[in-house]
């Protein structure tokens, strides 16, 4: 993989990478000369590389670059568009590797479960928006015989990514291909904490793209994510990351009347019947904890919500099949749970789990810790199981971005509903229950933007992705949500 870096940026360098970021055709640094280190999360110690620290100064570049180039890009027919973005999914199907390896290596996640498939959604993504490259269609109304009526579906301009540190190659598979496609110019702004494979995804896209029409830029929210977010030559803000700092950024951005797209945090709930109560429903409940992420996934089935008939016995096998997961070094094969991204987050978890364990009436299903056979100087986190949990608890309330499940009890149908629903959170949530009729039945009154039923990890390319409540706006990674995300209609009326 080639970036503009001092030294060979593989996962296994052992000095570290001087990267660059990508504005027009130049790999830059930030006016300012600033950098910041990133470090891994498998060992604190060990600085992987340093990025520039953007500021206003850099986003102006880069927003200028990207304006200068988007209409010629949005000009040109869209097969153009098309082949350049098939190209760039075939340049990242030979990098897979090295992207997933880059990906354990600066999120922590571990390389089996999680940092190979998020590599390769990527190039799936790239492949299915490339295929939908003739869909951005407008209509005609048949209104006479000497009048037209149509519409046409143009790009909404300059977009700004900005991206979250949990799964970016992911989260940018669900940005930039759908943008690129439209005819739009797209700015990414990296996530602080783990900036270096979407340097490395831009060092492909560079390859097959006219200067200008992606580009990357690095440093922390408050300065370079804010400054693109306030810039007048930005059209619209695509953003990942938590409801905070979306709210935020959604204020931001309406003053000055862009377009905001939002994909937030979640409490997501998880539901068993009494029906469902079988191993291969253990799996995909293991699968919707998201444990194979550390947690640190939006999606996460946070709250599981077991019917009390099989409360014990499907607690007794999930606890069974947590024990048996490895919590390791993410760059191994063997590893199945790999390490939370940094301090700040490993404290935040802890403090969620002390918190839970001192509230009265809780009790330990699972406690990880007392298996976990590495940690200092990576920042792991051992799965934690806690039941007897009451709905109105900050554990079952609040989004802890780590491997801690709250288990509740339920009774009725519409109880357990209703707790669902009892959250300012709407993102995802999953049914189980061997009877159809009633799993779709109450996956329909779930206020979530994506309800699974009996399957824990199911996302599919194409599928349209996005909350509900505080979880966000708008939707990605589908044709509905690259039509209403990325373009704009104009209406033509004409007579003669
Ligand atoms: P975060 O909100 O702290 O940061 C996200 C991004 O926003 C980063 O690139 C950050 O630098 C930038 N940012 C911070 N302040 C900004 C500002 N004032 N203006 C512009 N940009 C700014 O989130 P995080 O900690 O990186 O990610 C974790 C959060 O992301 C969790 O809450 C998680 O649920 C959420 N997330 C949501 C989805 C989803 O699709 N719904 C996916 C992944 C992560």
New binding site residues.
């Given amino acids: 993989m080639s970036t503009g870096t001092d030294a060979a940026s593989t996962s296994e360098a052992t000095s570290p990478s001087a990267y660059r970021m990508l504005i027009g055709e130049d790999w830059v640094d930030a006016v300012s000369g600033e950098t910041i280190e990133v470090i891994t999360p498998v060992d604190r110690t060990r600085v992987i590389g340093t990025v520039p620290r953007a500021r206003a100064q850099d986003a102006d570049r880069a927003v200028a670059a990207a304006r200068a180039a988007q209409p010629g890009w949005a000009a040109l027919p869209f097969t153009e568009r098309q082949r350049a973005l098939l190209r760039i999914a075939d340049d990242l199907e030979d990098v897979v590797e090295e992207l997933a390896a880059l990906t354990a290596l600066d999120t922590g996640n571990a390389i089996r479960t999680q940092a190979r498939p998020e590599a390769q959604l990527l190039v799936r993504a790239f492949r299915y928006f490339a295929g939908l490259a003739g869909e951005v269609k407008g209509v005609t109304l048949p209104v006479g015989a000497d009048e037209l009526s149509l519409t046409r579906r143009l790009p909404v301009g300059v977009v700004a990514g900005?991206?979250?540190?949990?799964?970016p190659l992911m989260?940018a598979a669900f940005k930039v291909p759908a943008a690129l496609v439209t005819g739009n110019a797209v700015v990414l702004?990296?996530?602080?904490?783990a900036p270096t494979t979407i340097l490395e995804l831009a060092a492909v896209c560079a390859r097959h793209l006219p200067a200008g029409v992606l580009g990357v830029l690095t440093g922390?929210?408050?300065e370079v994510?804010?400054a693109?977010?306030e810039h007048p030559g930005v059209d619209k803000v695509s953003?990942?990351?938590?409801?905070?700092?979306?709210a935020?950024?959604a204020a931001?951005a309406g003053e000055r009347l862009a377009q905001v797209s939002l994909?937030?945090?979640?409490k997501s709930p998880c539901i068993v019947f009494p029906d469902a109560d079988t191993d291969d429903v253990v799996e995909q409940v293991l699968l919707a904890t998201r444990f194979a992420r550390q947690g640190q996934?939006?999606t996460s089935g946070s709250r599981l919500f077991l019917h009390e008939d099989i409360h014990d016995s499907f607690l007794e096998k999930l606890v069974a099949k947590v024990s048996q997961l490895r919590v390791g070094d993410p760059r191994e094969e063997s590893t199945d749970i790999g390490c939370i991204i940094n301090q700040r987050q490993w404290d935040r978890v802890q403090s969620f789990i002390d918190e839970g364990l001192a509230t009265e009436g809780v009790r330990v299903a699972y406690d990880g810790r007392e298996r976990l056979t590495v940690g200092e100087p990576g920042f792991y986190h051992a799965p934690m199981i806690l039941t007897q949990v009451d709905n109105g608890w900050r554990i079952a309330r609040e989004?802890i971005?780590g491997p801690v499940l709250s288990v509740l009890r339920w009774r009725e149908q519409d109880e357990v509903v209703a707790m669902a629903n009892d959250s300012h959170y709407g993102?995802a949530a999953f049914v189980f229950a061997r009877d159809v009729g009633m799993a779709l039945g109450t996956a329909q009154r779930i206020e979530s933007g994506w309800v699974q039923v009996n399957q824990g990890g199911a996302q599919q390319v194409g599928q349209s992705?996005g909350?509900m409540k505080g979880?966000?706006q708008g939707r990605e990674l589908s044709l509905e949500g690259m039509l209403e995300g990325f373009t704009q209609i104009q209406q033509i009326n004409a007579r003669w």
């Fill in positions: 900005i991206l979250p540190w949990n799964s989260i702004k990296a996530a602080e904490d922390y929210g408050p994510g804010q693109l977010v953003f990942t990351g938590s409801t905070a700092t979306g935020g950024v931001t994909e937030l945090g979640g996934s939006c989004e971005f993102l992705y909350g979880s966000g």
